[in-house]
């Protein structure tokens, strides 16, 4: 059947579907095309269609039902309406079942927290645990001295944490040492040295050093003291406060 090129799209479908008795309910059960879509280029409302590719398929199959050449038809379309050029407003009917694209903001900000885990996992325990501490001097519980000047010293390991002798704190090197010189009493001295970390626990060791001048005899319980730790020991236990 020819089709006369002065004929509009919507004049030729209209007066085909009605010479062959059609209806849109109809065309739309043959075709599979949504009747709103049939009606939409029936009546020339090329705004309610969706993008061109599906246009053009919904005209070759009511070309097929209707017996007509779908390049005329898609040529009449063509000059009557403004075919959108692929771009921004020439999209696909969505998927509801597609995955969504992730947005650039979303990626950036995955990264950047990826970013802070991975720089900040390996220093989190300078704020959190249990400090350690290890008294180099007095070496043992006990230690009896001769000299008046007497240094206390030791090693923690880490130099970020804070060092306290009886609640005095003193200076940390880099590489974990600390050392103070003490001028000590005659008789017992008592050194409570302790380790805390920012946002952890303290660590706690207490050393005893008895003074003897020359000629002073000792107390009984003191001598009896540092012969039961013998001295220069490498370790004592440490009480901590989680």
């Known amino acids: 059947m020819s089709l006369t090129e002065l004929k509009t799209l919507k004049e030729t479908l209209k007066d085909e579907m009605r010479a062959q008795g059609v209806s849109v309910q109809k065309l739309s059960e043959l075709t599979d095309i949504a009747p709103h879509h049939i009606t939409a ?29 779908a390049d005329v038809l898609w040529r009449r379309y063509s000059r009557e309406s403004e075919i959108k050029k692929s771009g921004e407003k020439d999209t696909l009917p969505k998927n509801r079942f597609a995955l969504r694209p992730i947005k650039k903001s979303s990626l950036v900000i995955t990264a950047l927290i990826v970013l802070v885990l991975v720089i900040g996992l390996p220093t989190i325990s300078d704020f959190f645990g249990k400090p350690s501490l290890e008294v180099t001097s007095p070496a043992g519980d006990t230690e009896i001295v001769t000299e008046k000047s007497y240094t206390v010293s030791g090693t923690i390991q880490n130099p970020k944490d804070r060092v306290f002798i009886n609640q005095t ?50 107390p009984e319980s003191a001598t009896s003291s540092a012969s039961s730790t013998p001295p220069h020991a ?9």
């Open 234 to 242: 490498t370790s004592s236990k440490a009480s901590t406060t989680p």
């Open 41 to 69: 280029l029936m009546e020339s409302d090329f705004d309610h269609l969706p993008a061109a590719p599906y246009v053009r398929g919904y005209i070759v199959k009511i070309a097929e039902i209707l017996e007509l050449d």
């Open 169 to 218: 704190e003193v200076p940390v090197t880099s590489d974990g040492k600390f050392q103070i010189q003490k001028e000590l009493d005659e008789g017992a001295n008592t050194f409570t040295v302790s380790t805390k970390r920012f946002l952890g626990g303290e660590t706690t060791i207490t050393r005893n050093v008895f003074y003897k001048p020359t000629g002073m005899k000792l």
